[in-house]
T-cell receptor, first 112, second 111 residues
């Protein structure tokens, strides 16, 4: 059973702070890792993907991957109230199917 | 690029009725997923198509659920007969190695 675990939150941070969202996965064969943002009542929106160990930065977002620890995280710098949403971690495994397995998501609240 | 388009956006139906959800895909994306999202269970994969062929339907809850993909740009998910526990948001998504792209979803309420 492939599992992706996230703390449901809510994670509350003040505006301007760094928000740190974490995700662990069970399948060591996992190869691709994704972060999605979902606003209330909307569909998930892809914001980051990472394949290799280390950090990947895109604007205010940094994804971090540690395959040895089976751990992936998302850092949001200079958090804004508009970042308030649920963040879903997703993992795909090898084999060419690219079927994402999703975590339950972490609710982030950025308060002014 | 019109994205992934689902219809209807909202559906309210009575228990026992047939429900058909529709999805139109981005041209050139070969993979399609149907997901169901509830507060209790999060996003659950129902079925996965690749090149119009169902590859993995192990997530389809029971025989009341069926899905088809008659061509590369269109898919349907049918529930017959519907039950109140089927109430959820149903998402269709197309996928590339760089990630999945979701439609707006269909919010289904079975009363």
């Amino acid at each position: 059973q492939k599992e992706v675990e996230q703390n449901s939150g809510p994670l509350s941070v003040p505006e301007g702070a760094i928000a740190s969202l974490n995700c662990t996965y069970s399948d060591r064969g996992s190869q691709s890792f994704f972060w999605y943002r979902q606003y209330s009542g909307k569909s998930p929106e892809l914001i980051m993907f990472i394949y290799s160990n280390g950090d990947k930065e895109d604007g205010r977002f940094t994804a971090q991957l540690n395959k040895a620890s089976q751990y992936v995280s998302l850092l949001i710098r200079d958090s804004q109230p508009s970042d308030s949403a649920t963040y879903l971690c997703a993992v795909t495994t090898s084999g060419g199917s690219y079927i994402p397995t999703f975590g339950r998501g972490t609710s982030l609240i950025v308060h002014p | 690029d019109a994205g992934v388009i689902q219809s209807p956006r909202h559906e309210v139906t009575e228990m026992g009725q047939e429900v058909t959800l529709r999805c139109k895909l981005i041209s050139g994306h070969n993979s399609l997923f149907w997901y169901r999202q509830t507060m209790m269970r999060g996003l659950e994969l129902l079925i996965y198509f690749n090149n119009n062929v169902p590859i993995d339907d192990s997530g389809m809850p029971e025989d009341r659920f069926s899905a088809k993909m008659p061509n590369a740009s269109f898919s349907t998910l049918k529930i017959q007969p519907s039950e109140p526990r089927d109430s959820a948001v149903y998402f269709c998504a197309s996928s590339l190695p760089a990630g999945a792209f979701f439609g707006q979803g269909t919010r289904l309420t079975v009363v």
